[in-house]
């Protein structure tokens, strides 16, 4: 069993390599890309309820962190599925989020791989 720390890295590296990417991705291929990555972004939203802990009414960090992704991130990425064709300011702005997403995980990595020395 990975224990929180060890779990939080994998949380990061999935969210660099498999979110932040698809959407960078998106943003990048605009009309030309594949539907099945559309269908890949679609799973990922329906997986939030049994990956994230649902929210309660507290204040805390980390359930501040789960109603973002069931109020914000599961809608944004079932619109990105269903809807599927976008303007081009939309795309340079699925774009930009890839970004942000990767570049702020990354930055989460590295400070926690520096915490464990590797």
Do not use: C
């Not at 890949?40 to 973002?68: D, E, M, Q, W, Y």
């Amino acid at each position: 069993m990975y224990n929180l720390h060890q779990y939080k890295i994998i949380i990061n590296i999935i969210h660099i390599l498999i979110q932040g990417s698809l959407l960078v991705y998106i943003g990048k291929k605009k009309n030309e890309t594949p539907t099945f990555i559309y269908y890949i972004i679609g799973i990922l939203a329906l997986l939030i309820p049994f990956n994230i802990h649902k929210p309660t009414i507290s204040t805390s960090r980390l359930n501040l962190i789960n109603i973002v992704h069931y109020i914000i991130v599961m809608p944004l990425f079932l619109y990105i599925a269903y809807k599927q064709k976008f303007t081009i300011e939309t795309y340079d702005n699925i774009f930009i989020l890839g970004i942000i997403i990767i570049v702020y995980h990354l930055y989460k990595l590295v400070k926690r791989l520096k915490l464990i020395k590797i």
